[in-house]
């Protein structure tokens, strides 16, 4: 059963602390994106990736946080440091590429809280 | 640039009656729509999309949706609320050019169902 593996599911962390949250699209996705969800912002695109290169990360705090696909496989989002502000819940979600005609399929999230 | 409006954060409904939930977007060229469903602490998973071709569009579990280009409206509906329903319910676009493309979420309408 292909799905996105996001971890880990619950971080809290203290304010200054550094956060590596890491997404497994599903193999042979070659589209990555990264979610943040709150009761004030809905959902907010932070980065973007196709082929492992990054297409747009404008809505990041370029600041403090940095996304990254080191392999196919993994695509990491950090925080440091971390800042009240950024809690919410993130998710990770991938597609295809050529010919695709969109559904994203996305993992169960990373909710973090910064204390 | 593309949008989508969710118009209704909350909708209530009983069991057994008619759901409608809105969405409008904003596009300068024809739109490709989607409708996710989000239950508690999950992640977002596909309802239904609309592409190219028949404007009605039908999804899993009972949902339907059509595209109205002259309202350039995409309303979600489904005849019999059931309370296995009770979720929210997000309305995107895709924008963008083929290569770069970005999923643009509306804020959500949180759908309960009434005993």
């Known amino acids: 059963d292909a799905r996105v593996t996001q971890t880990p599911r619950h971080k809290v962390t203290e304010m200054g602390q550094e956060v590596t949250m890491r997404c497994q699209p599903i193999?042979?996705?070659?589209?990555v994106f990264w979610y943040r969800q709150t009761m004030m912002q809905g959902l907010e695109l932070l980065a973007y990736f196709r082929n492992r290169a990054p297409l747009d990360d404008s809505g990041m705090p370029k600041d403090r946080f940095s996304a990254e696909m080191p392999d196919a496989t993994l695509a990491t989002l950090k925080i440091q440091p971390s800042e009240p502000r950024d809690s919410a819940v993130y998710f990770c979600?991938?597609?295809?590429?050529?010919?695709?005609?969109?559904?994203?399929?996305f993992g169960e999230g990373s909710r973090l809280t910064v204390l | 640039a593309q949008s989508v409006t969710q118009l209704g954060s909350h909708v209530s409904v009983s069991e057994g009656a008619l759901v409608l939930l809105r969405c409008n977007y904003s596009s300068s060229v024809p739109p490709y729509l989607f409708w996710y469903v989000q239950y508690p602490n999950q992640g977002l998973q596909l309802l239904l999309k609309?592409?190219?071709?028949?404007?009605l569009v039908k999804g899993i579990n009972g949902f339907e949706a059509e595209f109205k280009k002259s309202e350039t409206s995409f309303h979600l509906t489904k005849p019999s609320a059931h309370m296995s329903d009770a979720a929210e319910y997000f309305c995107a676009v895709r924008r963008g050019s083929p290569g770069t493309y970005k999923y643009i979420f509306g804020t959500g309408t949180r759908l309960k169902v009434l005993a």
């Open positions: 609309y592409t190219t071709g028949a404007t």
């Open positions: 979600a991938s597609g295809t590429g050529t010919g695709w005609t969109g559904e994203l399929f």
């Open positions: 193999l042979g996705h070659n589209t």
